[in-house]
């Protein structure tokens, strides 16, 4: 064991008497930061940015600033090559004929208004669970006042529809204006295996709107209601279905195309 009471001076290590510490330090700080230096590893992406690649991207702006700059004369028309004529370009537009059978113009306009119908009395107009039938049905197929009623009033309390006993609450399809009415009824009047053969007219749905204009806002009516005060036919005169009409303003076309 090492004798404890040696003087201080005798623990030290040690060294030459030509040794300079400091310098010697300074020789092991300086090689262990070399070292680091060489064997530091570059991530990727960390690497500096070639000058030339700099160079490259800034001729290739350049020239593309240029090209922009200069592109109104190079794609100028002007002056155009003597007798040019610019081409009429197709826009996009409805190339469909414009008028046609007033029935085809209210059973197209009624099929697109059906879509919210169709939640509850089906696509085919069977009907779903709770919701009558459309397809044969008496009140779609009878007096056309009693089925608007239904359709601008909605419906409450028990319904017999084709023998079934429906006890089912119907919201009001209203608001309609006059056409969209007649062409509602028009098209689940003559769908689903529903053959009237006729059209309910706009004049005719206009008056069911002055009809439901005595009866309380926002009020459903009752099966009882319909037939004790509605089981007959709209007033207004009755149209060929065949008829032809412009199919934006329903109105008569007095020269039809192709008719002489």
Not at 81 to 87: F, H, K, M, S, V
Not at 140 to 164: C, H, S, W, Y
Not at 184 to 202: C, E, H, Q, S, Y
Request: aromatic share 6%.
């Amino acid at each position: 064991m090492a004798d404890s009471n040696q003087p201080a001076d005798s623990k030290r290590p040690d060294l030459e008497e030509s040794t300079n510490v400091a310098e010697t330090h300074a020789s092991l700080i300086e090689g262990g930061v070399a070292q680091a230096r060489e064997k530091r590893i570059k991530e990727t992406g960390m690497e500096p940015v070639s000058l030339w690649v700099i160079l490259a991207s800034a001729i290739v702006l350049l020239v593309g600033g240029s090209v922009i700059g200069a592109g109104g004369k190079l794609l100028a028309y002007s002056p155009h090559p003597q007798g040019y004529i610019r081409a009429d370009f197709p826009t996009g537009g409805n190339d469909g004929p414009t008028s046609g059978p007033i029935y085809d113009a209210l059973f197209k306009r009624g099929q697109k208004l059906f879509a919210k119908c169709s939640g509850c009395h089906g696509s085919t107009g069977e009907g779903n669970a709770g919701f009558p039938p459309l397809a044969g049905s008496e009140w779609v197929q009878g007096n056309t006042e009693r089925f608007a009623m239904i359709v601008l009033n909605g419906l409450k309390d028990p319904i017999t529809v084709k023998g079934n006993t429906y006890n089912g609450s119907m919201p009001s399809q209203a608001p309609l204006t006059a056409t969209e009415l007649a062409a509602l009824m028009t098209f689940v009047r003559n769908n689903f295996g529903n053959a009237m053969g006729d059209i309910v007219t706009p004049e005719q749905a206009a008056a069911a709107l002055e009809i439901q204009k005595s009866r309380p806002a926002g009020q459903q009516i009752t099966a009882d209601e319909l037939n004790a005060t509605h089981d007959q036919m709209l007033e207004g005169d009755p149209i060929d279905p065949t008829t032809v009409v412009d199919f934006e303003t329903l109105e008569p076309v007095e020269d039809p195309p192709g008719v002489k």
